[in-house]
């Protein structure tokens, strides 16, 4: 039986969309898997972030300069202007993960969500540049690049990690699987998985809201990219002007087709017409189609208003949301207790670095020891989810500087090894009522064994104590030489101490940059 040419024709395309999403997704998680590998250029890595032309505006916009490559966002933008949202329909990686994630069923159709939700997207759109311009990136948290690479850091891999290792030590109870399984061992831990087991906090919350946005999908197709991703927002505004648009020719029979098919439903009507600003040009419809009534055809025409597009009122409220949001994250803002462990990334200085981190989580996959963690109160809302080190959980490494090399926008400045291991993140503190050798007569000297510095930041003490029973023994207790303690926090991660550590580090102030480097 022959084929027909318009099947085949359709055919070829929908194999290729395919294929274009696989390279794309495989090309994300490869870069993504890149970024924990030490000694490897860092600039390819953070190519996924400097095409995406919201996270270029705002982080730009916040921090008052261009990120550096954010010219490379041109791309994405002309792409647009041609082909519309494209980027959604073939590249996003959080659009194709919801496709292949999606549990809704096979004919759920575009009247499942009311298209006044639409406008839901523009107004977080108008609130994130809003808070941009003053000063604020936290609502790049759903920019979905942002999104997606802090839930493969922070949730994610932990997790894959974790059941690798589970699956492992129940199979390795296997005698013949044992040297297979050695060999994977081998082969992940060195490059895909991390060596150790990570764990980071606000998992739950990052795992959770990943899976509500999976979740959605139950209610209508693609209800992320439709009704509130930003980034979406965006690409949307430009595709009113893109070149190639949808349209319907007078072979149109009426049956339906492409509606039912239609991820994002924005095909409607009874001329069965679509709105280029929701169109992701999927090529779903033109696929299904059995009397090729569909073209993706050259127009210069300026696609027209629908109702949810973005009016006055959605500009007044997103502005009015976005300046509220900001007073709101000021008056949170954490001093006291709080902000005596708030211990950012070498090189990185409060405030200002809030004006330029856009809580991406790329510092926290690349640290080697998990030390660099999202933040919780520390620095108030406006920090939610920016890196901080925690060193009872990690360490800064001696001989790492890779979370200066990955900040897709210099947040973290790129510190020479050199100077990095001369910067000073806090301060180590003994508390005496706690330290084993200041207690009792316990010996101990694990912070001065494991402090990296050359000249030893920490000393110990000869003394000679009391026992209870009237002998004496001596004792070495640690003291700090604060003048050469840069804050690694090696010493607490390291102390036996059960519970809070022994030996702290603490933030030593709001202290510019000279006054933060040994000499």
């Not at 696989?22 to 400097?50: I, K, N």
């Not at 194709?96 to 997207?121: A, E, F, M, N």
């Amino acid at each position: 039986m022959p084929v027909n040419p318009r099947a085949r024709r359709w055919s070829a395309w929908r194999w290729a969309r395919l294929g274009v999403r696989g390279l794309a997704l495989a090309v994300y998680l490869v870069l993504f898997v890149l970024v924990a590998r030490r000694g490897l250029a860092a600039a390819p890595l953070r190519l996924p972030f400097l095409v995406d032309p919201l996270f270029v505006a705002a982080a730009s916009l916040s921090a008052r300069h261009l990120v550096a490559g954010g010219l490379l966002a041109l791309i994405v933008i002309a792409l647009t202007l041609v082909f519309g949202r494209a980027w959604c329909g073939w590249l996003c990686p959080v659009g194709i993960t919801l496709d292949l994630l999606s549990i809704r069923p096979k004919r759920t159709g575009p009247r499942t969500l009311p298209d006044r939700l639409r406008w839901l997207k523009h107004f977080v759109l108008i609130s994130l540049l809003t808070m941009a311009v003053l000063g604020s990136t936290l609502l790049l948290i759903l920019d979905p690049l942002v999104l997606a690479t802090r839930t493969l850091a922070v949730a994610v891999w932990p997790a894959l990690s974790a059941a690798f290792t589970a699956s492992e030590s129940f199979l390795y109870r296997v005698p013949f699987l044992q040297g297979p399984l050695v060999q994977l061992e081998t082969t992940l831990r060195s490059g895909v998985l991390p060596d150790f087991q990570p764990f980071y906090r606000l998992n739950l919350v990052v795992g959770l809201f990943a899976i509500g946005i999976v979740a959605l999908e139950g209610i209508g197709s693609r209800f992320w990219c439709r009704s509130l991703c930003p980034l979406g927002a965006l690409l949307a505004l430009e595709s009113k002007l893109a070149l190639f648009k949808r349209r319907t020719n007078s072979h149109c029979t009426q049956c339906g087709r492409c509606e039912r098919v239609c991820p994002t439903g924005t095909i409607a009507g009874k001329s069965f017409a679509s709105d280029p600003s929701e169109c992701i040009m999927c090529l779903e419809c033109a696929r299904v189609c059995p009397v090729d009534a569909i073209e993706f055809a050259p127009s210069l025409q300026p696609a027209g208003r629908r109702a949810y597009d973005a009016g006055r009122r959605e500009l007044i409220g997103g502005l009015l949301g976005g300046a509220a949001l900001v007073s709101l994250l000021g008056a949170s803002e954490k001093s006291g207790d709080q902000a005596n462990f708030l211990l950012r990334p070498p090189g990185a200085l409060d405030p200002g670095f809030l004006e330029a981190c856009t809580h991406c989580g790329e510092c926290m996959r690349a640290c080697p020891t998990s030390g660099l963690q999202p933040a919780l109160w520390e620095a108030g809302l406006n920090g939610l989810f920016s890196p901080v080190l925690v060193p009872r959980l990690g360490y800064c490494d001696y001989s790492c500087n890779r979370c200066g090399q990955v900040c897709p926008t210099g947040a973290i400045p790129l510190l020479a090894l050199a100077e990095k291991r001369r910067w000073v993140i806090g301060k180590a503190f003994i508390d005496m009522q706690r330290c084993l050798p200041w207690t009792g007569d316990s010996p101990c000297s694990v912070c001065e064994e494991m402090c990296p510095r050359p000249e030893k930041a920490i000393y110990l003490e000869e003394v000679t104590v009391q026992r209870p029973d009237g002998s004496s023994m001596q004792l070495r207790r640690p003291h700090v030489r604060r003048e050469l303690c840069i804050g690694c926090g090696i010493c607490e991660a390291k102390c036996p101490v059960k519970g809070a550590a022994a030996i702290r580090v603490y933030n030593v102030g709001d202290e510019r940059a000279m006054e933060r480097v040994l000499s």
